[in-house]
């Protein structure tokens, strides 16, 4: 079957409002592949809210092997030590909603502290990445990618009879796709043929609410990951927020045991510009913009005309803010995703920092909030990927993706752009070498 290929320092300015450590950790460009000791460092775990003050944290062939008090733990002479003395090392951050379609999409995500992506459907280069990333071959985080499936509008593989969704399970599954993404246009006896073909196969279906069977019928069949909560606006409260049905539609996600990508701050992205040119050139002006491959800029991004549209939808995004909230509140589990490069006023990495603010706006902790982006994801991902190594808690035999923070991310989500560096499949980068990378990245355009 034919399918149609498709689809540092964030600045030299200070983000975080707090003082500044009187101890700031200060390190010279850096590239390490080796052992590595994290000493006298605040390790945030994940685990729990508590912080574990002067650990040593010993980092072996990219995985977490020790972790003790720093004045009891003796570091082997062949590390590399990082005196960490005031900073604050957690696992790096998940973005779970990714469309990378250049090799230079990948580096921006690292250099925002994102060591983990999950590729909604995009080209079959990702493959390559995702390879070539394994190998240490290139700065990128650690990559998850899944097969794009739609209907008679399909832009992937079609799915537009039962005998094409089954084709189309078999063809993903044998290319070495982590996930199936199923969009708008698959017509029900079509989905439903998939959804039992991707069982019996052993690959988990995530994506949009389709249409056709709407969200209880998909949720119904199994599908794992819902990846917009737009997308319940559509599929459930007919385009119509309704605070009413709020609960109805949570307990249906939540008995289903299926997760949710909100993406709140796309949805945000979308309302700021809706009906407002000036405020989309603002969006577009932003510093971080630059990191963006020009090939977004040029044709993708022109296709989108919501500052010519009539009205607003500010009342929409406050609704999935509280549809967002519900679902935490029972227990349904929530991922960060931000949708990037593919939206116009998005940088891809940078925009992660903005889901985290929706998230803690919408009444969660910082904890809360940094869970979601880090154990959650892990956790998704070591249910529905066969083999995956486990990562998202500083925990002894977890993959060594790590953020070592000038400050407490705990007291301000801020501090997550306030780095030393970031450690990827055991590959240490300190934040001058990042920026570094970056800059040169703006050059190569």
Known sequence: MKYIVFALMLSTLPVCTQEPSPSRVQRPVEDIVQDIAFVNVNVITMESEMVLKDQTVLVKNSNIELIGPTKSTKVPSTYFRIDAKGAYL??????????????????PYVANGVTAVLNMGSPSSILQFRSKSVAKE????????????????????????????????????????????????????????????????????????????????????????????????????????????????????????????????????????????AESQRLLNLPEMKYVSPKWK?????????????????????????????????????????????MTGQANGFAIHDDIRNLTECGLTPYQALSIGTKNAGEFINKFVSGSKPFGLIKVGCKA?????????????????????????????????????????????
Not at 212 to 232: D, F, R
Not at 322 to 334: A, I, N, R, W
Request: hydrophobic share 40%; net charge negative.
């Open 90 to 107: 957690m696992p790096g951050l998940a973005d779970m909603h990714t469309h990378i379609w250049y090799q230079e999409d990948l580096l």
């Open 298 to 342: 040029d044709n993708f991004w022109k296709q989108f005309d919501f500052p010519t549209r009539n009205g607003n939808i500010n009342t929409e995004y406050a609704f999935l803010k509280k549809l967002t909230k519900s679902f935490y509140d029972v227990g349904v589990p929530l991922l960060l995703g931000t949708d990037t490069p593919f």
């Open 401 to 445: 993706d790590l953020l070592l923070l000038q400050t407490n991310p705990l007291k301000d989500v801020r501090a997550l752009r306030d780095r030393v560096g970031v450690m990827i499949n055991g590959r240490w980068l300190s934040e001058a070498k990042l920026k570094e990378e970056m800059e040169a990245l703006v050059k190569s355009y």
């Open 138 to 277: 290139i700065i990128a985080p650690t990559i998850f990618a899944s097969g794009f499936v739609d209907g008679p509008n399909s832009r992937g593989w079609f799915a537009r009879t039962p005998a094409e969704a089954e084709e189309a399970v078999i063809e993903i599954k044998a290319g070495g796709w982590d996930f199936i993404k199923v969009y708008n246009s698959i017509p029900t006896d079509a989905y439903q043929a998939l959804m039992t073909k991707a069982k019996s196969e052993g690959i988990a279906v995530i994506g949009h609410g389709v249409r056709a069977p709407g969200m209880q019928g998909i949720l119904n069949s199994g599908q794992v990951m819902i990846a917009h909560a737009e997308e319940y606006l559509y599929t459930f409260f007919n385009r119509t927020p309704n605070e009413s049905k709020i609960a109805e539609a949570v307990m249906l996600t939540k008995d289903a045991g299926a997760y949710v990508t909100p993406n709140l701050c796309t949805y945000e992205t979308i309302a700021r510009q809706w009906g407002n040119p």
